[in-house]
């Protein structure tokens, strides 16, 4: 019984219990295989990414938790997060941390050596944002970056290079980031003012709904330039007004700062991640 609980703090440290945020991660990098290969991706990559996509955002969990330690059990939200209640030791924790960083390297053996080196960026990424939260006002710009680093990795992968197109996704998806998250921040804006920690939700004051719906908007209209480039069919246009409609509906959700209405706010992206998604396949295969 000892042993099955441990398994399963390390199941929390490394959120396989909310596969949202591995959800939020896929959609981007999914609807790049799509766009960026004309809708013949490699279906090997798309399961190496899937897994890949797992085994860093369960990383990036755990060295989060690591790095918020101190902080974590301030805050009502995560105050039972397994490092803080001492289910998991920081020791234990970074062990983890490496296991699940060497296990998403592993899959970079079938992938080209562009690719590897592209990865080395993106594992940096991934590592300086739990501590940009210390030192820069808006630590979602380092989430972004390193979270639609996966764009650039499918363009690695599948193209051996970085395009133009691959390029306006990874900003589209930098944006799309920035808003959801901020969204997310917004269920721990007083305490992260008593704890003297960043976010846009602070940085953006009393404008903070107004820059959130620009971001979507910004994603949405990068999204749709790159149907225009790419001639896609016009149903793909349909799926981008639907994306553009759930932002509206998410910037309703979060205009009070509501903390419930904003995580729901924030979860709502998984029906816009999906949609853009579906819309991206249609796009290109019809």
Same mark, same amino acid.
């Given at each position: 019984?000892?042993?099955r609980n441990?398994?399963?703090?390390?199941?929390?440290?490394?959120?396989?219990?909310?596969?949202?945020?591995?959800? #939020?991660?896929?959609?981007?990098?999914?609807?790049?295989?799509?766009?960026?290969?004309?809708?013949?991706?490699?279906?090997?990559?798309?399961?190496?990414?899937?897994?890949?996509?797992?085994?860093?955002?369960?990383?990036?969990?755990?060295?989060?938790?690591?790095?918020?330690?101190?902080?974590?059990?301030?805050?009502?939200?995560?105050?039972?997060?397994?490092?803080?209640?001492?289910?998991?030791?920081?020791?234990?924790?970074?062990?983890?941390?490496? #296991?699940?960083?060497?296990?998403?390297?592993?899959?970079?053996?079938?992938?080209?050596?562009?690719?590897?080196?592209?990865?080395?960026?993106?594992?940096?990424?991934?590592?300086?944002?739990?501590? *940009?939260?210390?030192?820069?006002?808006?630590?979602?710009?380092?989430?972004?970056?390193?979270?639609?680093?996966?764009?650039?990795?499918?363009?690695?992968?599948?193209?051996?290079?970085?395009?133009?197109? *691959?390029? #306006?996704?990874?900003?589209?998806?930098?944006?799309?980031?920035?808003?959801?998250?901020?969204?997310?921040?917004?269920?721990?804006?007083?305490?992260?003012?008593?704890?003297?920690?960043?976010?846009?939700?602070?940085?953006?004051?009393?404008?903070?709904?107004?820059?959130?719906?620009?971001?979507?908007?910004?994603?949405?209209?990068?999204?749709?330039?790159?149907?225009?480039?790419?001639?896609?069919?016009?149903?793909?246009?349909?799926?981008?007004?639907?994306?553009?409609?759930?932002?509206?509906?998410?910037?309703? #959700?979060?205009?009070?700062?509501?903390?419930?209405?904003?995580?729901?706010?924030?979860?709502?992206?998984n029906w816009?991640?999906?949609?853009?998604?579906?819309?991206?396949?249609?796009?290109?295969?019809?």
């Amino acid at each position: 019984m000892l042993q099955r609980n441990k398994f399963f703090s390390f199941f929390r440290l490394m959120r396989a219990d909310k596969p949202i945020g591995t959800a #939020l991660l896929l959609w981007p990098t999914l609807s790049a295989f799509f766009i960026l290969t004309n809708g013949d991706p490699n279906l090997f990559l798309i399961i190496l990414f899937i897994l890949g996509t797992f085994f860093m955002r369960s990383a990036g969990c755990v060295i989060n938790d690591y790095f918020d330690k101190d902080f974590d059990g301030k805050v009502d939200r995560t105050k039972d997060r397994p490092i803080v209640t001492g289910e998991i030791s920081p020791k234990e924790a970074l062990i983890l941390f490496v #296991l699940l960083v060497l296990s998403s390297a592993s899959l970079l053996l079938w992938m080209n050596q562009f690719t590897f080196y592209i990865a080395l960026i993106g594992l940096g990424l991934a590592s300086i944002y739990p501590l *940009s939260k210390r030192f820069f006002s808006v630590p979602q710009v380092f989430l972004g970056l390193a979270f639609a680093w996966g764009i650039i990795m499918v363009s690695a992968a599948e193209l051996n290079e970085v395009n133009t197109i *691959s390029l #306006l996704l990874f900003i589209s998806c930098f944006f799309w980031i920035i808003a959801y998250d901020t969204a997310y921040a917004l269920c721990d804006k007083d305490d992260d003012l008593n704890l003297g920690i960043n976010s846009s939700a602070i940085a953006f004051g009393s404008n903070v709904v107004i820059f959130f719906f620009l971001f979507h908007a910004i994603s949405t209209l990068i999204l749709i330039y790159v149907a225009f480039l790419l001639n896609f069919h016009l149903i793909f246009y349909f799926f981008a007004s639907v994306a553009l409609t759930l932002a509206i509906y998410q910037s309703f #959700l979060i205009k009070d700062h509501q903390s419930e209405k904003c995580l729901k706010a924030f979860k709502n992206n998984n029906w816009l991640g999906l949609t853009i998604f579906i819309g991206s396949i249609m796009g290109v295969s019809l």
